[in-house]
Nanobody, 117 residues
Framework: QVQLVESGGGLVQTGGSLRLSCVAS????????MAWFRQAPGKEREFVAV???????NYAVSVKGRFTISRDNAKNTVYLEMNSLKPSDTAVYYC???????????WGQGTLVTVSS
């Protein structure tokens, strides 16, 4: 069973930067589509960014131009580089692995990002 472990969250001031990491167990990481979602207090979980196995990316409008998703298949890791952070970016950030053909959908436990004003 694939497991995902996020790290890199923390407290940062407005305008600051953070890099989140999500490490996956298993030997087929390169075949997964990896995505980041976030959930702010009192709100529903929302999509942030996705990268497929070919390296194509897509972003939520709210983070486009500020966040960058990338992956290192040799390290079984997906990253989310977050710049120009705003208080509205405060949330628990989750990574998700999917492989539709295998019926796989796995979530990490989340990492908290707090942006102070």
């Amino acid at each position: 069973q694939v497991q995902l472990v996020e790290s890199g969250g923390g407290l940062v001031q407005t305008g600051g930067s953070l890099r989140l990491s999500c490490v996956a167990s298993g030997r087929t990481f390169s075949s997964y589509t990896m995505a980041w979602f976030r959930q702010a207090p009192g709100k529903e979980r929302e999509f942030v960014a996705v990268i497929n196995r070919s390296g194509s990316t897509n972003y939520a409008v709210s983070v486009k131009g500020r966040f960058t998703i990338s992956r290192d298949n040799a390290k079984n890791t997906v990253y989310l580089e977050m710049n120009s952070l705003k208080p509205s970016d405060t949330a628990v950030y989750y990574c998700r692995a999917t492989a539709t053909a295998a019926g796989l959908e796995v979530w990490g436990q989340g990492t908290l990002v707090t942006v102070s004003s």
